[in-house]
């Protein structure tokens, strides 16, 4: 079948079941229904500390096809998803589906898994390193999903995602399972992409390296929803948890690129009290909120909130009182890890608080101004952070769909050309998210703005800025370029790029 | 001209090229090496043949490590490893 | 028009590939002390195959040459004059070496069949006998268009000390400016060349616009923001011209001779004032 954006899709996938083609980025909001959980009443006089991974596994009967979850605040420092496959590997089981909401090239243990059938299955919003080009190889059995942040969360609360046992990385976690981020060696801030994990899987172990006598608080995921609790050395490497401190871009090009990013956003007029806003923590989106830090001090501009993975630079708008409060699913540095500490105004949210289309609202349907990146990007504005031009997975959308659907003004910024490659493209190679939610796409030669917007075609019609069609700045591009041969793909699909609500975008096959 | 010796151009830092052409026995041969090269591996072989082409070389060993150079520094790498090499 | 002119080294293709979205009126593709002596060849050529191939907007195609003491300097010109760029930027310019060049441009743009004189030279004024011969290295070609400070040769060839404050280059910066409006041509003040200190390099464009300087030179794209904002006609100066010029020609109108603005007199220096300030604002996309 065809879905809406003219992909391509089987009907059926092994493995994965009957395919729901995407049928546009709004058509599926309706009235849902959440899973129910089934759980083990704990008694009093019960222990819930156990002395090891492998006695966690066996007190949850864990079983060969079982699905388990892992979230990823540790990012690449993260050592529980290698400890917990290992033991199951011992242990002798097969055909386990590893529902992790990112993995990264610390992970890369999992590929021997893969390859000796102890793991057939992957879910995860972001793949990158080893595993991620092991799976475009075609060695997983079945093919991988990858979801959205928010569509992961619906997932799991509507079923469609069971997950059998969760395991949670604790960086400070007492003997009745009462979690919270902030404490300890592997201090890592907000816990936002575990939490549907905590409320729906069947059981709940907490991992810790940081064992602490009951209560601790803040609590962040409470005892009601932790069945056992294991100890162990370390739950990561503090060095890959967090990245010491983000940094804006210096380089000429990027700069240039979050300047004119910038001054679309204040012609927009949507930069005025109240303003929402996120950004990514790569440079050139942290570029564009120092760009908008000053115009907002310029103009005595009172924002509302930021949102989304908050980086020291996001906390220091909102220390100097530009923001009014930080929603934060997850910290990227030791700065945005102490302020979710101490500033109550500094909100921590799960991530289907976050993205989630299928609950009473989500807060990215509250934001203003989304920046984002691209690995390509077509002359529909459909956006592929999925693959690389090579076709190898390396990446995924996170919250990038989510944010692009929920935010009035969705901006994509990037280079028009990367070591020789065009970013503007005729068709992506993988639709991540869909044209229709992107507003704007900034490069340094120029703007183009998604022609369904004539609101802001309208409004930035005397405007100096730069402003082309997107086919103009394709050709642009391929001036410099020339025009890249196709890159050719196997038949075996080797990944399921499901859009939030649970449809499938695109997929993708076999590296050739 | 003439490849006489051999000699390089270049340097492996991102956008450029990094060319060593050396003496061949039997015509123009060429080794390459890209970042791009599923999308523009032909492309950037054609540019070396055409450089080696329009400065009349017949028998160079041309072995190219490409970061994603546009045409115009391939072009300038190979001039410059090229005359580098003859003379 | 010159506010900024950007200097960016000759054998670094990211760097000049980037070079035309940065916002330099001027890129000066530097072939001489931005290129160790190894790859003056691989310069040379990658910055002519530059100009071939590369679309550099309406910025101004600049290249700084070896200096014509040695053989270097020969073969840039022979190399990069035959591609046309809009001018030779001139190292350590003395009368003699602007003679010769515009006689070797004028002998390749007959042979490539290019407008006699389309090839523009700006001298770099870096030695003490420069600065002091400047109005006759001005004079000594058609094809000079401005004049470019270079203070840090210049401060070592004067055997004194570089300072952030600048005052010991009042003297050059002044003569420069002087000769320059002399003769009509662009004076570009040397760089600043802390480029992380951005009110430092506030400070020494206004220094350098207060004597009559018309632009700087960038060794840093940061730089180029801050420059062009300095060397563009303020918003107060184009309200004032603007007021100025509708007063002229209300006077005009009623056939007054003389007419006064604000209560003072405006003569003809106030006036062509403002019809430059006009201009120049013309010139920069304000109005």
Redesign the interface.
Same mark, same amino acid.
């Not at chain 3, 007021?243 to 209300?250: F, G, K, L, N, S």
């Given at each position: 079948m065809i879905n809406a954006l003219g992909r391509n899709l089987p009907d059926y996938i092994e493995g994965y079941g009957k395919v729901k083609p995407f049928a546009g980025a709004f058509e599926n909001y309706k009235e849902v229904v959440k899973s129910s959980v089934k759980l083990k009443s704990v008694k009093p006089g019960d222990d819930k500390v156990l002395s090891s991974i492998k006695e966690a596994l066996l007190k949850c009967e864990i079983k060969d096809g079982y699905t388990i979850s892992f979230h990823h605040h540790l990012r690449n420092g993260d050592f529980v998803l290698n400890m917990v496959v290992d033991e199951i590997a011992k242990l002798g089981l097969k055909d386990i589906k590893v529902a992790a909401s990112s993995i990264f090239p610390c992970h890369a243990p999992l590929v021997e898994h893969i390859k000796n059938g102890v793991v057939t299955g992957i879910y995860a919003n972001y793949m990158s390193g080893p595993v991620a080009e092991a799976v475009s190889k075609g060695i997983l059995k079945y093919p991988a999903i990858m979801h959205t942040h928010g569509g992961r969360a619906r997932a799991i609360e509507s079923g469609d995602l069971h997950i059998d046992i969760a395991f949670i990385a604790s960086p400070a976690c007492d003997t009745y399972g009462n979690i919270n981020g902030v404490e300890g060696k592997s201090a890592c801030g907000s816990l936002g992409y575990a939490i549907p994990d905590a409320m729906y899987a069947d059981r709940v172990v907490a991992i810790t390296d940081n064992l602490v006598p009951y209560p601790a608080c803040p609590i962040e995921i409470s005892q009601e929803y932790v069945d056992y609790i294991v100890e162990v050395e370390a739950i990561g490497d503090p060095k890959g948890i967090v990245s010491g401190t983000t940094r804006i871009t210096k380089d000429p090009v990027g700069l240039k690129i979050a300047k004119l990013a910038a001054q679309l956003i204040e012609e927009s007029g949507l930069l005025k009290d109240g303003f929402s806003f996120q950004t990514g923590a790569g440079g050139t989106s942290l570029a564009v909120a120092a760009f908008v830090k000053e115009m907002m001090k310029k103009n005595n501009i009172k924002g509302s909130f930021a949102a989304g993975g908050i980086t020291g630079y996001i906390v220091e708008m909102f220390e100097e009182g530009l923001f009014r409060s930080l929603f934060d699913v997850q910290c990227f540095d030791l700065k945005a890890v102490e302020s979710y500490k101490n500033n109550k105004a500094h909100q921590g949210m799960s991530s289907s608080m976050y993205g989630n289309p299928h609950n009473r609202g989500a807060v990215v349907n509250n934001l203003d101004v989304m920046i984002l990146g691209a690995t390509e990007i077509d002359t529909d504005f459909n956006v592929n952070v999925t693959t690389g031009s090579n076709g190898v997975i390396m990446g995924g959308s996170g919250g990038h769909s989510d944010t692009a659907a929920g935010s009035k003004l969705a901006i994509v910024v990037t280079q028009l050309t990367k070591a020789r490659l065009p970013i503007i493209v005729d068709r992506v190679t993988t639709v991540t998210t869909p044209g229709e939610t992107i507003d704007a796409v900034v490069t340094e030669r120029g703007i183009a703005i998604n022609p369904k917007r004539l609101d802001l075609l309208e409004k930035l019609k005397e405007s100096k800025l730069p402003i082309f069609t997107i086919e103009e700045l394709k050709q642009m591009a391929e001036k410099m370029t020339g025009v890249p041969e196709k890159i050719e793909f196997e038949d075996k699909i080797v990944a399921i790029v499901e859009y939030r609500d649970g449809t499938v975008i695109d997929v993708v096959r076999q590296v050739r | 001209m003439k490849i006489v010796r051999p000699a390089k151009a270049g340097t492996m830092e991102s956008n450029d090229i990094y060319i060593m052409i050396y003496p061949n026995e039997n015509g123009n041969e060429i080794q390459l090496d890209s970042i791009v090269l599923k999308q523009f591996g032909k492309a950037i072989e054609r540019v070396i043949m055409d450089t080696l082409n329009e400065l009349e070389v017949d028998n160079a060993l041309v072995v190219a490590k490409d970061r994603g150079a546009l045409d115009y520094t391939i072009r300038a790498r190979m001039e410059t490893a090229i005359k580098r090499a003859s003379e | 028009m010159r506010r900024s002119m950007l200097f960016i080294p000759g054998n670094?293709?990211?760097m000049v590939?980037?070079s035309p979205? /940065?916002?330099a009126d001027s890129i000066i593709l530097d072939l001489e002390d931005a290129v160790s002596i190894d790859e003056k060849? $691989?310069a040379r050529? /990658?910055v002519?195959? $530059?100009l071939?191939? /590369?679309?550099f907007g309406d910025a101004e195609k600049v290249v700084r040459i070896n200096s014509i003491a040695t053989e270097l300097g020969y073969d840039d010109i022979d190399c990069i004059a035959r591609v046309k760029p809009d001018a030779i930027l001139v190292p350590k310019a003395s009368e003699d070496a602007i003679e010769e060049i515009d006689e070797l441009l004028s002998t390749i743009e007959r042979e490539e069949g290019f407008k006699l004189g389309s090839i523009k030279i700006i001298p770099l004024i870096e030695t003490a006998f420069g600065l002091e011969d400047v109005f006759n290295i001005v004079k000594s070609s058609k094809r000079v268009k401005a004049v470019l400070l270079g203070a840090e040769d210049l401060t070592a060839d004067m055997e004194i000390k570089r300072t952030k404050e600048g005052e010991e280059i009042f003297y050059a910066r002044s003569r420069i400016v002087s000769v320059c409006k002399a003769l009509k041509v662009d004076a570009i003040d040397t760089p600043f060349t802390d480029v992380n200190d951005f009110d430092g390099l506030l400070k020494d464009c206004e220094k350098a616009k207060l004597i009559g300087m018309t632009g700087k030179a960038a060794i840093n794209?940061?730089q180029v923001d801050i420059i062009n904002e300095v060397f563009s006609p303020s918003l107060d100066d184009l309200k004032w011209a603007t007021r100025v010029i509708e007063a002229y020609e209300e006077a005009q109108r009623e056939g007054k001779g003389v007419f006064s603005l604000d209560g003072k007199m405006v003569d003809a220096p106030i006036l062509a004032r403002a019809k430059n300030v006009i201009e120049k604002a013309k010139a920069v996309?304000l109005i």
């Amino acid at each position: 079948m065809i879905n809406a954006l003219g992909r391509n899709l089987p009907d059926y996938i092994e493995g994965y079941g009957k395919v729901k083609p995407f049928a546009g980025a709004f058509e599926n909001y309706k009235e849902v229904v959440k899973s129910s959980v089934k759980l083990k009443s704990v008694k009093p006089g019960d222990d819930k500390v156990l002395s090891s991974i492998k006695e966690a596994l066996l007190k949850c009967e864990i079983k060969d096809g079982y699905t388990i979850s892992f979230h990823h605040h540790l990012r690449n420092g993260d050592f529980v998803l290698n400890m917990v496959v290992d033991e199951i590997a011992k242990l002798g089981l097969k055909d386990i589906k590893v529902a992790a909401s990112s993995i990264f090239p610390c992970h890369a243990p999992l590929v021997e898994h893969i390859k000796n059938g102890v793991v057939t299955g992957i879910y995860a919003n972001y793949m990158s390193g080893p595993v991620a080009e092991a799976v475009s190889k075609g060695i997983l059995k079945y093919p991988a999903i990858m979801h959205t942040h928010g569509g992961r969360a619906r997932a799991i609360e509507s079923g469609d995602l069971h997950i059998d046992i969760a395991f949670i990385a604790s960086p400070a976690c007492d003997t009745y399972g009462n979690i919270n981020g902030v404490e300890g060696k592997s201090a890592c801030g907000s816990l936002g992409y575990a939490i549907p994990d905590a409320m729906y899987a069947d059981r709940v172990v907490a991992i810790t390296d940081n064992l602490v006598p009951y209560p601790a608080c803040p609590i962040e995921i409470s005892q009601e929803y932790v069945d056992y609790i294991v100890e162990v050395e370390a739950i990561g490497d503090p060095k890959g948890i967090v990245s010491g401190t983000t940094r804006i871009t210096k380089d000429p090009v990027g700069l240039k690129i979050a300047k004119l990013a910038a001054q679309l956003i204040e012609e927009s007029g949507l930069l005025k009290d109240g303003f929402s806003f996120q950004t990514g923590a790569g440079g050139t989106s942290l570029a564009v909120a120092a760009f908008v830090k000053e115009m907002m001090k310029k103009n005595n501009i009172k924002g509302s909130f930021a949102a989304g993975g908050i980086t020291g630079y996001i906390v220091e708008m909102f220390e100097e009182g530009l923001f009014r409060s930080l929603f934060d699913v997850q910290c990227f540095d030791l700065k945005a890890v102490e302020s979710y500490k101490n500033n109550k105004a500094h909100q921590g949210m799960s991530s289907s608080m976050y993205g989630n289309p299928h609950n009473r609202g989500a807060v990215v349907n509250n934001l203003d101004v989304m920046i984002l990146g691209a690995t390509e990007i077509d002359t529909d504005f459909n956006v592929n952070v999925t693959t690389g031009s090579n076709g190898v997975i390396m990446g995924g959308s996170g919250g990038h769909s989510d944010t692009a659907a929920g935010s009035k003004l969705a901006i994509v910024v990037t280079q028009l050309t990367k070591a020789r490659l065009p970013i503007i493209v005729d068709r992506v190679t993988t639709v991540t998210t869909p044209g229709e939610t992107i507003d704007a796409v900034v490069t340094e030669r120029g703007i183009a703005i998604n022609p369904k917007r004539l609101d802001l075609l309208e409004k930035l019609k005397e405007s100096k800025l730069p402003i082309f069609t997107i086919e103009e700045l394709k050709q642009m591009a391929e001036k410099m370029t020339g025009v890249p041969e196709k890159i050719e793909f196997e038949d075996k699909i080797v990944a399921i790029v499901e859009y939030r609500d649970g449809t499938v975008i695109d997929v993708v096959r076999q590296v050739r | 001209m003439k490849i006489v010796r051999p000699a390089k151009a270049g340097t492996m830092e991102s956008n450029d090229i990094y060319i060593m052409i050396y003496p061949n026995e039997n015509g123009n041969e060429i080794q390459l090496d890209s970042i791009v090269l599923k999308q523009f591996g032909k492309a950037i072989e054609r540019v070396i043949m055409d450089t080696l082409n329009e400065l009349e070389v017949d028998n160079a060993l041309v072995v190219a490590k490409d970061r994603g150079a546009l045409d115009y520094t391939i072009r300038a790498r190979m001039e410059t490893a090229i005359k580098r090499a003859s003379e | 028009m010159r506010r900024s002119m950007l200097f960016i080294p000759g054998n670094n293709p990211s760097m000049v590939q980037n070079s035309p979205i /940065l916002g330099a009126d001027s890129i000066i593709l530097d072939l001489e002390d931005a290129v160790s002596i190894d790859e003056k060849d $691989a310069a040379r050529h /990658l910055v002519r195959n $530059a100009l071939l191939s /590369l679309d550099f907007g309406d910025a101004e195609k600049v290249v700084r040459i070896n200096s014509i003491a040695t053989e270097l300097g020969y073969d840039d010109i022979d190399c990069i004059a035959r591609v046309k760029p809009d001018a030779i930027l001139v190292p350590k310019a003395s009368e003699d070496a602007i003679e010769e060049i515009d006689e070797l441009l004028s002998t390749i743009e007959r042979e490539e069949g290019f407008k006699l004189g389309s090839i523009k030279i700006i001298p770099l004024i870096e030695t003490a006998f420069g600065l002091e011969d400047v109005f006759n290295i001005v004079k000594s070609s058609k094809r000079v268009k401005a004049v470019l400070l270079g203070a840090e040769d210049l401060t070592a060839d004067m055997e004194i000390k570089r300072t952030k404050e600048g005052e010991e280059i009042f003297y050059a910066r002044s003569r420069i400016v002087s000769v320059c409006k002399a003769l009509k041509v662009d004076a570009i003040d040397t760089p600043f060349t802390d480029v992380n200190d951005f009110d430092g390099l506030l400070k020494d464009c206004e220094k350098a616009k207060l004597i009559g300087m018309t632009g700087k030179a960038a060794i840093n794209p940061r730089q180029v923001d801050i420059i062009n904002e300095v060397f563009s006609p303020s918003l107060d100066d184009l309200k004032w011209a603007t007021r100025v010029i509708e007063a002229y020609e209300e006077a005009q109108r009623e056939g007054k001779g003389v007419f006064s603005l604000d209560g003072k007199m405006v003569d003809a220096p106030i006036l062509a004032r403002a019809k430059n300030v006009i201009e120049k604002a013309k010139a920069v996309g304000l109005i």
